[in-house]
């Protein structure tokens, strides 16, 4: 444990020794690539401001709701299509044809339908999400053991308690694993919906600091995005470690 | 540190929906709390870019207490985005390019044109790298535009046609103004024309000259305007007759404190003070004639057609009472 | 009870299975060249009496399994019936337990709360305190709280009988239970399905590919052909409990099985 850190610790350093003794000897100029003490400047300005709180609240905000809702309806939805053939062979092919469509393809539509805000955005996020925890969800319903539904099944579960007691708690490794991914994929939606969509976020600080020709406020906010989706990334291995979710792990 | 584990008396799998709804509470709040964003309707929302065409806006923001009181500034940074939004009726009033404005109407969007943004203020920027000395040397180069439908693009089809260039032989490619300076930087395009400050960014990196001022090219030219939405207009007629007299009033002190002018739009546009100051004192823009006139409109549409921008002139409406 | 020892239980007659269905059992037709070949039991009829440990043998794949899917009313027979108390067995029914082959605790659920699901769902007149009680039944006192994967195969095993046994089964099936498990563990196992046999006094479906454990097991061994399966052998075993597989009879019995499983080299 000690080592990975150590390891990690030195990469960083290596990657920002090596950042600004480029920048430096090839005389780099500020607008095409700002030296880290630049950066580190604005971003220390940024954050005395408040603008850069501000902004990740706008983008978290934005992709919990959008987020939220899509797990809300296509978790049960997918729950739902795993276990009844007849209405999967029937929303199959719209789900499978509609989820390569980027969520950015959509940008014109959600400005269209929710003109300019949070609801837009949020939108997007939904879209981004929705599709892919469908499409997992059905797949890891039907991963389901045969002997844990002949076991319910047996013990007279039916209805709601099936898919509470059985249904949802033996898919919902797979779907954990599902969450982690999409919310990745929502993450790096958000930015770039924000640079459209909406006039606040970290997607929209790095557009409004490029039209200002603030490079270094650019890199500082890239580096907030990387580093909010590793924490995110983070928070849901978490949910991987739970007792009643780790036994999936223990299997393999 | 595992935050789910944070509670002793609750275990980790009720934490973590707990803790899902929590942070959705709490994010929701700062959001709100944050931002600040209080929508009361009878405020007017009006978009715009950050571009000098646009400096009336900040100007009255700082000078004219009603702006404060009753005007949402919505920043865009490209011209399509913002269509969108006034086709949506999301915005009340927006600066807009001109041809913009007019095929807007033509496809039958409620707007009316009520002010110019300014005249002139737009530069010709080619390459010190690009060995171009004289219109000729255009052939065969490519040049960035900010949007097919801009006055822009229409100067430089002008100067093609004065000097008997065909339009084909110029590669155009259309860029969001805030990229052309890096686009001019890195090679990838050899000139540009564009609303200040991009052209004068230029000189101040050192990559290019102003080959051309738009006045030398176009007397009088008109690049952006000011459009009300209509559904707007029969809705908050007082507030906007207020805030286009307010828009108004600023042309004269602009040209006549054009150092303070320069400060206050910098800093609204979150631009550089001193490339504004450069544009704004070399003169090359004016903030004084700016009520629009139906001929000049009309010759605009008529030009449209002419490059096949418009299959034909729409009937361009002007919105005067304010006065 | 005693006296309703000659109480039929389990009526099986004329039992047929064959399967058409190309994707649902692709095992089977891989076997077969025609598709009238497909069949997997070719009338089977047995009857059970009350409180009987019934033991199936038979060669691996001859269709013990479907069989036990039939009775226990997870699948159809093509023909023939099979009644419980003189009634049609439609579908799965929470008195009738099943063990299966594969692990069927919940993963997700502790030892303590896979065996109260057990008593919730059974409609059970228990109370929760006998969770703790047949935790300790199956040797798991203190280990209510830990989860399946932390549990050792025999400890699984266990829990999963418990979970079967805490809703008082009038039948308990078991689909060779103790296959995955190792050799001392198997034994031990072995041992407290005796005690539970008497303790309950259900009856008891069990089946196994292994010869001494239903020779250790079984008041009754019933003997499957190769597929397409019949009763090839039906063996009342009055032996009492516990027995010695070395002793004289159940050393001639096991000696005549291998000799009918065409197994002529053993013992």
Not at chain 3, 29 to 37: A, G, I, T, V, Y
Not at chain 3, 52 to 62: H, K, V
Request: net charge positive.
């Amino acid at each position: 444990m000690a080592m990975k850190k150590a390891g990690f610790v030195m990469v960083f350093l290596l990657v920002l020794f090596f950042w600004q003794v480029v920048t430096a000897v090839f005389h780099v100029p500020e607008y095409m690539f700002p030296r880290p003490g630049d950066v580190a400047l604005a971003l220390w300005q940024m954050a005395k401001s408040g603008r850069l709180f501000e902004s990740s609240v706008a983008s978290l905000f934005r992709v919990t709701w959008g987020f939220y809702l899509a797990a809300a309806t296509a978790i049960p939805l997918g729950l739902f299509l795993g276990r009844k053939r007849l209405f999967r062979h029937m929303l199959n092919p719209l789900i499978q044809f509609l989820r390569p469509i980027s969520p950015l393809a959509w940008i014109p539509i959600a400005l269209m339908w929710f003109g300019i805000g949070d609801r837009p955005a949020i939108f997007l996020i939904f879209l981004a999400s929705f599709f892919p925890l469908v499409v997992s969800t059905i797949s890891s319903v039907l991963n389901i053991r045969t002997t844990y539904l002949r076991v319910a099944e047996n013990f007279g579960l039916k209805g709601i308690s099936l898919y509470t007691r059985v249904i949802l708690p033996a898919a919902l490794p797979e779907i954990i694993t599902a969450i982690r991914i999409t919310l990745g994929t929502a993450w790096l939606v958000i930015v770039a919906a924000e640079m459209i969509a909406v006039k606040s976020g970290l997607g929209y600080l790095i557009i409004d600091a490029r039209n200002s020709l603030r490079m270094d406020m650019v890199v500082a906010g890239m580096i907030v995005i990387g580093v909010i989706g590793l924490v995110l990334d983070f928070l849901v291995r978490l949910l991987e470690r739970l007792p009643s979710i780790e036994w999936s792990r223990m299997r393999r | 540190m595992n935050p789910l584990k944070l509670f002793k008396n609750i275990s980790p799998e009720a934490a973590a929906p707990l803790l899902a709804l929590l942070w959705l509470i709490v994010i929701t709040l700062l959001h709100y709390g944050v931002t600040g964003q209080t929508h009361t309707k009878q405020r007017l929302k009006v978009g715009y870019l950050p571009i000098t065409c646009h400096l009336l806006l900040p100007v009255a923001m700082e000078r004219d207490g009603f702006f404060k009181e009753n005007v949402d500034p919505i920043r865009f940074s490209s011209w399509p985005d913002m269509i969108e939004s006034v086709k949506g009726n999301e915005l009340d009033c927006a600066f807009i390019l001109a041809p913009i404005a007019i095929s807007l109407m033509d496809q039958s969007v409620p707007v009316v044109i009520a002010l110019l943004g300014h005249r002139n203020g737009t530069g010709l920027v080619v390459a010190k790298n690009s060995g171009i000395s004289s219109v000729k040397d255009f052939v065969g180069k490519t040049f960035a535009i900010p949007i097919r439908y801009s006055t822009q693009n229409m100067a430089l089809l002008m100067l093609l046609g004065k000097n008997g260039i065909a339009v084909d032989k110029v590669n155009r490619v259309e860029l969001p103004p805030p990229d052309m300076p890096s686009a001019l930087a890195s090679n990838s395009i050899d000139g540009y024309i564009v609303g200040e400050p991009y052209a004068t960014q230029a000189l101040i990196m050192g990559k290019g000259i102003i080959f051309k001022n738009s006045s030398d090219i176009w007397p009088n030219f008109i690049s952006s305007l000011l459009i009300v939405n209509k559904d707007s207009l029969s809705k908050k007629r007082k507030l906007i007759d207020r805030f286009i007299r307010g828009l108004k009033r600023q042309g004269k002190w602009i040209e006549a404190n054009r150092k303070k002018a320069a400060d206050i739009g910098a800093d609204f546009f979150g631009l550089n003070r001193d490339l504004v100051e450069q544009v704004l004192t070399a003169r090359r823009v004016s903030y004084l004639d700016i009520v629009p006139r139906q001929r000049e409109l009309d010759e605009i549409g008529k030009m449209m057609v002419q490059w096949h921008l418009l299959k034909k002139v729409p009937k361009i409406g002007i919105y005067t009472s304010w006065q | 009870m005693e006296q309703d020892e000659a109480v039929i239980k389990i009526e099986v007659t004329g039992l047929r299975k064959s399967y058409v269905e190309r994707r649902l059992k692709r095992r089977f037709l891989s076997q077969c060249k025609h598709q009238e070949d497909c069949k997997v039991l070719d009338g089977l009829t047995f009857s059970i009496e009350a409180g009987t440990f019934a033991c199936f043998i038979g060669p691996s794949g001859c269709g013990k399994s479907t069989m036990f899917r039939i009775i226990s009313g997870f699948e159809r027979p093509t023909s023939g019936q099979v009644l419980i108390d003189g009634k049609e067995v439609m579908g799965p029914d929470s008195r009738h337990v099943c063990v299966f082959q594969e692990d069927g605790l919940f993963p997700w659920l502790t030892a303590r709360q896979n065996i109260s699901m057990g008593l919730r769902k059974a409609g059970s007149d228990q109370s929760m305190d006998s969770v703790e009680e047949y935790l300790d039944l199956v040797g798991l006192s203190g280990f209510g709280d830990h989860y399946p994967h932390e549990l050792s195969g025999g400890m699984r095993r266990r829990a999963e009988v418990a979970r079967a046994l805490i809703t008082s089964p009038d039948i308990l099936f078991m689909d060779e239970p103790f296959g995955a498990l190792d050799f001392v563990t198997r034994l031990q196992m072995r041992e407290e399905m005796v005690n539970v046999h008497q303790m309950f006094d259900m009856t008891i479906l069990f089946i196994t590919h292994d010869i001494d454990e239903a020779l250790q097991l079984g008041d009754r061994i019933i003997m499957l052909s190769d597929r397409p399966s019949k009763v090839a052998w039906d063996i009342v075993l009055d032996e009492p409990h516990p027995r010695d597989l070395s002793s004289g009879t159940l050393r001639e019995l096991r000696r005549q099985i291998y000799y009918k499983m065409g197994l002529h080299v053993a013992l």
